[in-house]
């Protein structure tokens, strides 16, 4: 495996990014650049997709740990408080079991291009974003991805990567949520930067 490097996802990443979700039409179902998962509130009326996300990433109101290989991001993995990212799938479910307190941060969607997966680079996006949650501070974090079970599926479900992914991260399952996914939690030290 090549040595890969973790930037944040600002304005001087921008057109790394752009690259990367434009090689796979937006990242995503409908080409969503990972907006689903943001607050619609305050978004101009037709705002979506690119756009958005753009201006979303200049105003400093997305995160994400981006896994470059050379110049290129191959990966990235978004991560944000709960009310950057007050969207998640299984919602309903998810509020009706939760016992514990809202969590500082969520991971809502790791993405790795296609020519780079099944190599671990999941992993270092996680791991990624795991390292800038910790440099803002640290908390509570929470992830939600597919309990596959063990069984191999297509990488455009899984989203949010797998269970075991997390679990090789040190996070602890927490709950089931929805079908085949689950709530996972750790809490991440904060490093002096």
């Given amino acids: ?20 979700a434009e090689k796979h039409n937006g990242m995503g179902f409908g080409g ?27 105003e400093g109101d997305a995160h994400a740990a981006l896994v470059f290989d050379g110049d290129s991001a191959v990966a990235w ?10 969207n998640i799938h299984h919602r309903k479910q998810y509020e009706a079991t939760r016992t514990d ?12 291009d296609r020519d780079y997966r099944r190599k671990g680079v999941a992993a270092v996006a996680l791991r ?22 063990g069984k191999k599926l297509s990488a455009k ?5 797998t269970r075991s992914l997390y679990e090789q991260t040190g996070f ?16 991440v030290s904060s490093v002096e930067t």
């Fill in 101 to 112: 307190e809202a969590p500082d941060y969520r991971i809502t969607c790791i993405f790795v």
């Fill in 32 to 58: 969503c650049w990972c907006t689903w998962f943001h607050s619609r509130e305050g978004r101009p009326e037709g705002e979506k997709g690119r756009p958005w996300k753009e201006r979303l990433v200049r």
């Fill in 157 to 161: 479900f899984l989203y949010n990567a």
């Fill in 172 to 187: 602890s399952y927490d709950r089931p949520k929805g079908k085949n996914h689950c709530v996972m939690r750790r809490t």
């Fill in 1 to 20: 495996m090549s040595a890969y490097s973790i930037k944040t996802l600002d304005a001087s990443t921008w057109d790394a990014f752009a690259r990367l």
């Fill in 128 to 149: 990624g974003a795991l390292e800038l949650i910790a440099e803002k501070g640290g908390g509570v974090v929470e992830g939600y991805p597919q309990d596959t079970q």
């Fill in 77 to 86: 993995c978004q991560y944000g408080s709960p009310d950057e990212l007050p």
